[in-house]
């Protein structure tokens, strides 16, 4: 048997640019004999081999061609397209390491193959590699295979623009990196990435725009170095951090901490368990509790992971901050605990009663009510109806209303109306220290009363009747108070015990002078009757005298 010398010339690849044609690339050759004759005109047997890694390594690929030379020996095949088959060409993974091509020729054109050995296949084939690009096309679908955690492992990519299908990860990349972001340690799988410098390294992660982080498992991270750091968390904005476990952050340097919270604004946190928060420099520390505002009141501590009665639910926050949006005076306008209890005012944070109001509050008049409804408080009784009522009688009075009336109102000028009878408590079981009053006459002997009339024009300026209260200190201090101007008062009702004691005590002179004056009128009657008892004596007396004249 004449020997064969084969001389393969890889001198093209083509590459089918048609959707349904097959990869294909061309391989051709001059057959010669041992004498270096070539053999010109005949139909030859070639068996194509394809080999991964090593000249023997395993056979990825196998077919049969049947060419016939040229005048000089020259045969031409396209591999790929040949017969008896075994595997599939468009299998083979050509960038997952080295390839071989075992060349087999019968030149009688029969079966009977003559091994001519296996060179090592270099750039031509490997445009099949390449071929994926041409599925790039406007109008076609795009479609990368692959299994997870099987594959090529990604390499250390360097730095600059990247465009990343990873099938051992099922992960997609793409943007700019310079760090270490998008190396096979950092991606998680089914996660995305795109924009500069992000990084989804949790499993089922998403990052987008620049250097932000997915590190928790289905995480989400946008904006500019946000960070989603634990399961089901989201992050967007800039520099927010959402590491509690589906928690969510959003804004500017925001945080949220535990599980379920939220945080939104700049530079809030929430850090309880699905505590929210919103605003500038808040922060929520209770369990489940809300914060809006600006640099809310933080020295309480609550549980961050249950609440108690007197943890806050629910805070404004009113404080002040510096240029930079930093908390520099925290206080609250409204503070609500969980008992239900509710302050309004920076200095009440720990209200005491359902309603607590540290200033003053301002009902307003209702112009709009069908039946201009004043200012005012109602009242419930017992059964739930509404009978009692403080505020505005009128543009000009404030009262007290009950049982459909009203009972008690004041006018702008400080008379004060009643529509019953003023009980003050005086039980005897409620006092101590008794003394009896004395003197009381003549103190109230000492004592003027005037008509004046108010030198403020907004009291009644009709003519007044009263005391001058320095004079009434003189001689009763106890009924008199000086408020903190300095204006002094009296206590009128206080006078009574003294007019009853003086009554008492004129009623006594008044019993010692009728007890003289009944002892007159005796006298006075005995004087009457001697005198009577003379008269009778004295005709007599004349009539005895004239006899002795005589």
Known sequence: MKKILLVSLLLSATLHLFAQAPQQFSFQGVARDSAGKVIANTT????????????????????????LTSN??????????????????????????????????????????????????????YALHAAQADKWKDGDPIVQSGEVSKGGILDNLGTGPKLIWYPRRAAFRAGYVNDDSWDDSKIGAYSTA??????????????????????????FAVGTGSQANNTGSLATGLESIAS?????????????????????????????????????STISKSYGGTVVGIANDIQDNPGFYSSAPNDRIFQIGNGDIDADNNAINRKNALTVLKNGNIGIGGNVLSPGFILDIGARPRIRHNPSSPNGTTAGV???????????????????????????????????????????????????????????????????????????????????????????????????????????????SVNYTGLIPHLIESVKELDKKYQEVKSENEALKVALKRVDKLEAALNKLAPNTNEVSQTSVK
């Open 44 to 67: 030859v047997s070639l068996r194509l081999t394809i080999h991964e890694a090593l000249p023997g390594g395993v056979n990825v690929y196998q077919e049969t061609h049947k060419p």
């Open 378 to 488: 109602f009242f419930d009784d017992s059964n739930g109806s509404p009978e009692g009522f403080i505020g505005m009688k009128s543009n000009s009075e404030i009262g007290l209303w009950n049982a459909d009336k009203w009972l008690f109102w004041m006018d702008s000028i400080g008379n004060a109306h009643i529509l019953g009878t003023n009980y003050n408590t005086s039980d005897r079981r409620l006092k101590r220290n008794f003394s009896s009053l004395s003197n009381s006459l003549t103190k109230l002997t000492d004592l003027n009363g005037y008509h004046y009339f108010w030198k403020d024009s907004t009291l009644d300026q009709s003519l007044q009747t009263g005391l001058i209260a320095q004079e009434v200190e003189a001689i009763f201090p106890e009924l008199v108070k000086t408020d903190e101007k300095g204006f002094k």
């Open 194 to 219: 795109f924009g500069s410098n992000t990084r989804a390294e949790g499993n089922n992660s998403m990052a987008f725009g620049q250097n932000t982080k997915a590190n928790g498992i289905a995480s």
């Open 244 to 280: 509690g476990a589906y928690s969510f952050a959003s804004g500017k340097k925001t945080i949220a901490s535990e599980i379920y919270s939220f945080s939104t604004g700049m530079l809030t946190q929430s850090q309880a368990w699905a505590s929210f928060v919103t605003g500038v």
């Open 72 to 125: 000089g020996g020259i045969f031409t095949v396209s591999v790929g397209t040949g017969n008896d088959k075994s595997g599939n060409i468009s299998d083979i993974k050509w960038s997952a390491g080295s390839f071989f091509l075992q060349v087999e020729l019968d030149a009688a054109g029969g079966t009977n193959y003559v091994d001519l050995g296996a060179t090592q296949l270099l750039s031509v084939p």
